[in-house]
């Protein structure tokens, strides 16, 4: 198939120049010679692919598509859709990994033989790998015409970063792309769950469930030699795609089946090791008429408000006695009145074991703290624990952070592998002992009985006591001292008095795309990045919120499309486009060898030609920000390569960058005092409220 068969969209033209949406509509504009649409609708046009790949070329803004933007562009532009497109790869993705010799056959034949003979060949790979009634359609020839491209350049990919990480890439940059229509459990809380399920010693276990499998992330953070992985889900298409990941992701037998659990469960005789769920919630249609006599409700017939308690049942009901199951839980399953039944009989029976609060930001939906449930089926002479336990992360997730306030919101600023230690650490000290010691506002182990009220209420905030105001009087006192250090720094750094008011300096300028084109510096945008293979670190992610509030890298690897990371060098320029604050910032040793993140721009600079401080001062110039905005609905969006410099000779740069970085010292000196000053009077609040501190 010719490359001019394929069609990109503007949003995929953005993607390949590093640009906004805006910006290839002003080239379209602007530009006679910019490629015609061949295809698509008016307000949604389509253009060969290869002719615009030249015109950005000549343009000077491409220097050469990537294999892995080629073949996802071919995806995009697949005439049957994305979903159908990502069966047919994952497919040939699947005889590529289990039967290369049969894969070199075929592809030595033409596209039209080759459409005519995949069909058996993948049948009977498919079948070996994922059983009989398998989710994932067999294509036929007919079908399979319109992939031939596509499933060619998969396979090219495949034997540089294998067939596992070429569909990683383009399941996870759809995922991405599509994010209203997927529920995704992020790769921290499945590894949570997953460690969770498996109990202390992490031992493997045979036989893991998921229920609502979604996308897959339970079941591969769950996956390892010697597991069989089973899931449902009710979409056809998700269940057919996320087989294919589990099937390329592992050699142990896999079983996905379409359906509804609840409705229609597939594995009804199946005795697992583990399940792990994150279900949807807040369901009112799950069924509650037409299953009320449904033997999986041996704790109590959920109400039509308690679809999470039904989950909670049917993964216990697919439990071998003794194991374990793990669900993601929103937090009001934990008090709700219509199922205090449920709750104290869970209790009672001994199979609900524990209740973990995660900070908000750690799963969808991201503004509320969800909840982990671990339960345990009790065997038939199993006797009820006598305790419960309760964790509550939030305070970990503060404390993580090396600052005084509150914990950070959202999903890229967690300190996940400390909320991970926590929650880790005391669950394995309760499997083993039954009890843990009390750690004030972060866990404890209650009497099943001081449970058993009238509301029932599970939320371990409500039950844990709170940790000490503020860290205590003795911090207070150190954070009164470093306030007062901070203080008189700010005093010290505070810049001079400016001079007389002078005529505007007129210096000729050019722009942040001159100049990368010159080779002054290089320019790169930054994206979700690689999660890290086995035994890898992954670095730290530098997010736009870390850059307008000055402070260290916080976030973390989404779980995404695996592309290689941009990763910091000191004095990099990094420079948010999203939003109307004005920030640059200039990269220093310990900021360096981060990862550049969502929404950020690096400037890599030329030492010989370009000064840091010089090139990150004037790009924070608000005149020069106004003029290089865009705006798209309520969202400004800067263009940074229509930023613009002056043109001055290195020692006027450098001139200019001394005075920039004792500005940016002022600021950051600034920022220190308002924490610790925020942090002293709210300790202050706490101790007077609490009675720890007096007023005298």
């Known amino acids: ?165 070429v569909y990683e890439f383009l399941l996870g940059r759809h995922l991405d792309a599509n994010p209203r229509q997927y529920t995704l459990t992020p790769q921290g809380p499945a590894e949570l769950m997953a460690d969770l399920a498996r109990g202390t010693g992490h031992r493997t276990r045979g036989t893991v469930l998921d229920p609502a499998c979604g996308t897959g992330g339970l079941l591969h953070a769950a996956a390892a030699p010697g597991v069989t992985l089973h899931g449902q889900e009710t979409d056809p298409d998700l269940a057919a795609l996320t087989a294919l990941r589990l099937a390329l992701h592992t050699d142990a037998p896999v079983r996905v089946h379409a359906g509804d659990s609840l409705r229609a469960d597939a594995f009804p005789e199946t005795a697992a090791d583990a399940v792990l769920c994150h279900p949807p919630f807040n369901e009112r249609n799950w069924g509650h008429d037409e299953l009320a006599y449904d033997p999986r409700w041996e704790y109590g017939y959920p109400a039509r408000t308690e679809s999470e308690l039904a989950w909670v049942q049917h993964a216990l009901a697919r439990l071998r006695d003794g194991g374990t199951a793990v669900l993601l839980m929103p937090p009001a399953a934990a008090s709700r009145r219509s199922g205090r039944r449920i709750r104290a009989d869970l209790l009672r029976r001994g199979a609900l074991r524990a209740v973990i609060a995660l900070p908000a930001g750690a799963a969808p939906p991201y503004g509320i703290p969800l909840h982990l449930w671990v339960l345990r089926r009790p065997g038939a002479h199993q006797s009820p624990a006598p305790h419960v336990l309760l964790v509550d992360t939030t305070g970990t997730a503060a404390g993580a952070t090396g600052t005084p306030g509150p914990a950070p919101a959202g999903r890229d600023k967690l300190p996940w592998q400390a909320v991970r230690t926590a929650v880790l650490d005391a669950w394995a000290d309760f499997d083993r002992d039954g009890i843990v010691p009390e750690k004030p506002g972060a866990c404890r182990s209650l009497p099943v009985i001081d449970l058993l009220d009238d509301d029932v209420d599970l939320a371990p905030a409500r039950h844990l006591p709170p940790p000490a105001p503020g860290g205590g009087t003795a911090e207070l006192a150190d954070v009164h001292d470093r306030l007062t250090l901070a203080l008189r720094r700010t005093a010290d750094l505070a810049p001079a008095q400016p001079a007389a008011p002078a005529d505007p300096a007129r210096w000729p300028t050019t722009t942040v795309g001159e100049l990368a084109r010159a080779g002054a510096l290089v320019l790169r945008a930054g994206g979700p990045g690689a999660v890290p293979g086995p035994g890898e670190a992954a670095p730290p ?156």
Not at 557 to 579: C, I, T, W, Y
């Open 541 to 696: 992610v530098l997010t736009d919120h870390d850059v307008k509030s000055g402070g260290a890298p916080s976030g973390t690897l989404p779980e995404g499309p695996a592309e290689e990371p941009v990763l910091l060098q000191r004095d990099d320029v990094v420079v948010p486009v999203l939003g109307d604050v004005t920030a640059a910032r200039v990269v220093d040793e310990a900021t360096a060898g981060a990862a550049l993140g969502r929404g950020l721009f690096l400037l890599r600079p030329d030492p010989a030609a370009l000064d840091p401080w010089f090139l990150a001062g004037f790009l924070r110039g608000t005149a020069g920000r106004r003029q290089a905005s865009s705006y798209a609905s309520t969202a400004t969006r800067l263009d940074v390569r229509r930023l613009q410099v002056p043109r001055m000779p290195p020692a006027d740069q450098r001139r200019y960058g001394e005075r920039f970085r004792a500005l940016a010292a002022f600021e950051e000196a600034l920022r220190t005092a308002e924490r610790l000053g925020e942090h002293l009077v709210q300790g202050l609040y706490d101790g007077l409220t609490d009675g720890t501190v007096r007023p005298e």
């Open 1 to 165: 198939m010719p490359d001019s068969a394929a069609e990109v969209t503007a949003a995929g033209i953005a993607r390949l120049a590093g640009v906004g949406r805006a910006a290839v509509s002003n080239w379209r504009r602007r530009h006679a010679d910019f490629p015609q649409p061949v295809g698509g609708t008016e307000t949604s046009p389509a253009f060969a692919l290869a002719e615009v790949e030249d015109w950005l070329r000549r343009q000077g803004k491409l220097a050469e598509v990537s294999p892995d933007e080629r073949t996802w562009q071919q995806l995009t532009a697949h005439p049957a859709g994305a979903a159908t497109a990502l069966r047919h790869a994952g497919a040939v993705l699947l005889l590529v990994r289990d039967r290369p010799t049969t894969w070199l056959q075929l592809a030595a034949l033409t596209d039209s033989k080759l459409a005519a003979e995949l069909p058996a060949a993948l049948d009977a790979v498919l079948t070996a790998r994922l059983g009989q009634g398998h989710p994932v359609a067999l294509p036929t020839a007919g079908a399979l015409a319109a992939s031939t491209a596509l499933v060619r350049g998969a396979a090219e990919l495949a034997a540089h970063r294998g067939a596992d990480g």
